[in-house]
């Protein structure tokens, strides 16, 4: 059972346009939500969290959105640079488990 | 600050083989995790090791197993390897645990024949 989902396997952008990334997660339990960004042959690499306490969170040209009661979260990056093609993963853990549960990653790619 | 490290980087071994992977933190993290990642399913949690005990785990056969040393370093096992255990094993190291920022490796590949 994918207690977080990534609906969407890949995602292509054009440069300097905005990139949405979709999560949606099951478990009412979770409480701390990040984003992780893979590249090919490298390890995932933090890029940003949030609390279940907050709506936003803002870091640069990412934003990260949560709505509760949907139980959804989105990674909005503006402006979409050719660098920032990779995949990208969602995950949550709860205070409670202190595990992650990892989604099944988003593949972006910015082109020119 | 030297990252996280991952040896082998890649592996192939035939089915029914066990496997060992080594991992070393970041100096002065106590947590390490691993993850298996295949296409498909993302990146899905195996056990979390802190101070030497495990802390948490996967739903994972117990044919994946683990240690870490009082250095921090982790070693992963897999015994009686199937052709469905080829994938890409990461480990992440952070201070505390999963909330903390997790810093992975490189990850080894692992294929299985």
């Known amino acids: 059972d994918q207690q977080v989902k990534q609906n969407s396997p890949s995602l292509s952008v054009q440069e300097g346009r905005i990139s949405i990334l979709n999560c949606d997660y099951t478990?009412?339990?979770?409480?701390?939500f990040l984003w992780y960004k893979k590249y090919p042959a490298e390890g995932p690499t933090f890029l940003i969290s949030?609390?279940?306490?907050?709506d936003k969170n803002e870091d640069g040209r990412f934003t990260v959105f949560l709505n509760k009661s949907a139980k959804h979260l989105s990674l909005h990056i503006v402006p979409s640079q050719p660098g920032d093609s990779a995949v990208y993963f969602c995950?949550?853990?709860?205070?409670?488990?202190?595990?992650?549960?990892f989604g099944t990653g988003t593949r972006l790619q910015v082109f020119p | 600050k030297a990252g996280v490290t991952q040896t082998p980087r890649y592996l192939i071994k035939t089915r029914g083989q066990q496997v060992t992977l080594s991992c070393s933190p970041i100096?002065?993290?106590?947590?390490v995790s691993w993850y298996q990642q295949t296409p498909g399913q993302g990146l899905q949690f195996l056990f979390e090791?802190?101070?030497?005990?495990?802390?948490n785990k996967g739903n994972f056969p117990g044919r994946f197993s683990g240690r870490q040393f009082s250095n921090s370093r982790s070693e992963m096992n897999v015994s009686t390897l199937e052709l469905g255990d080829s994938a890409l094993y990461l480990c992440?190291?952070?201070?505390?645990?999963?909330?903390?920022?997790?810093?992975f490796g490189p990850g080894t590949r692992l294929t299985v024949l």
């Open positions: 992440a190291s952070s201070r505390e645990g999963s909330t903390d920022t997790q810093y």
């Open positions: 478990n009412s339990m979770f409480d701390y």
């Open positions: 949030i609390s279940s306490i907050k």
């Open positions: 995950a949550a853990s709860s205070y409670n488990t202190d595990k992650l549960i």
């Open positions: 100096s002065g993290h106590r947590s």
């Open positions: 090791y802190f101070s030497e005990t495990q802390r």
